[in-house]
């Protein structure tokens, strides 16, 4: 493979602050963003519209099912793992977990965050001209117009990080191995 886990010392310079403030934040270094960090704006993009998208005014359980949409749809194994660690820590039902991880899946329980599952992938499948019935079905649930923006910043941000995630070959740590698996769902 020849992306390199990268440290702040082998990183080109540009990479350096980000990969140490992950690392301070998270308690290690992501192999992802060893990885990511052979690219400095790439890196320093992804931080910054993921940091934007964690802060728009979707719910969190809402932007994790944005996320774990993606994640699914792109297959990366690393933003599953990662995700269905936050996912446990916003303390989400082992059945909401297990379908999200699962893109088969027909339904969410939860009808609201099924909205967001199903308007995600309205805006994936379309470009983003998304049909009126299926904008209305989205507001339907008490969404706005704004977090209909915001569903489409964190398929931005999830796109990049999942498409580089795959193009660096990136592994899932091992702080995040036991939510790599998961009862019932590969």
């Known amino acids: 493979m020849p992306f390199a886990d990268l440290t702040p010392a082998t990183a080109p310079p540009a990479s350096r602050r980000a990969m140490e403030a992950v690392t301070e934040r998270l308690g290690y270094r992501p192999?992802?963003?060893a990885r990511l960090a052979a690219s400095p704006h790439t890196l320093d993009g992804f931080l910054k519209i993921s940091a934007?998208?964690?802060?728009?005014?979707?719910?969190?359980?809402?932007r994790e099912v944005v996320v774990m949409t993606m994640a699914t749809r792109n297959d990366c194994h690393v933003c599953v793992a990662m995700h269905t660690a936050k996912l446990?820590?916003?303390?989400?039902?082992?059945?909401?977990?297990?379908?999200l991880r699962d893109p088969a899946h027909p339904a969410l329980s939860d009808e609201r965050l099924d909205a967001v599952r199903r308007f995600t992938l309205a805006v994936l499948a379309s470009a983003g001209d998304v049909d009126d019935a299926d904008l209305r079905d989205f507001l339907a649930y008490g969404y706005t117009e704004q977090n209909a923006l915001e569903v489409v910043l964190g398929i931005g941000a999830y796109t990049l990080s999942t498409l580089a995630n795959r193009l660096t070959g990136a592994p899932v740590d091992e702080q995040l191995a036991a939510f790599a698996r998961w009862p019932g769902v590969s």
């Open 52 to 62: 934007i998208f964690d802060a728009c005014t979707l719910d969190p359980l809402s």
């Open 31 to 33: 192999a992802a963003v």
């Open 88 to 99: 446990t820590a916003l303390d989400a039902g082992p059945a909401l977990i297990a379908a």
